[in-house]
Nanobody, 126 residues
């Protein structure tokens, strides 16, 4: 019922920044915890970050802590991922996903998310 559409991906140099957006519709966003995931070719999809339904709490993968920031604006039905200090290993398709729970799990798991966007490509290259 909840639809998600990512945007904002592109090509950036190492050390650069990108801001991804996830526009949602079809349901009340504030009922869902929302996560960002990424998948590089030949690799498993991995969790990047989660934000609780209210936006009061967040959780990050160790690989992005201190560099990425997840946020949400429930009034605008939009979730964001600000990515700074980008590295080549951040290159992947980034997906926005939602789970109809209030809080983020201690360990963000792909299998627990029910609603997914189509993905947006992020390429970090010199």
């Amino acid at each position: 019922q909840l639809q998600l559409v990512e945007s904002g991906g592109g090509l950036v140099q190492p050390g650069g920044s990108l801001r991804l957006s996830c526009a949602t519709s079809g349901s009340t966003l504030e009922d869902y915890a929302t996560g960002w995931f990424r998948q590089a070719p030949g690799k498993e999809r991995e969790a990047v970050a989660c934000i609780s339904s209210s936006g009061r709490s967040t959780n990050y993968a160790d690989s992005v802590k201190g560099r990425f920031t997840i946020s949400r604006d429930n009034a605008k039905n939009t979730v964001y991922l600000q990515m700074n200090s980008l590295r080549p290993e951040d290159t992947a398709v980034y997906y926005c996903a939602a789970e109809k729970v209030g809080g983020c799990r201690q360990r963000i798991a792909v299998a627990t998310y029910d609603y997914w966007g189509q993905g947006t490509q992020v390429t970090v290259s010199s």
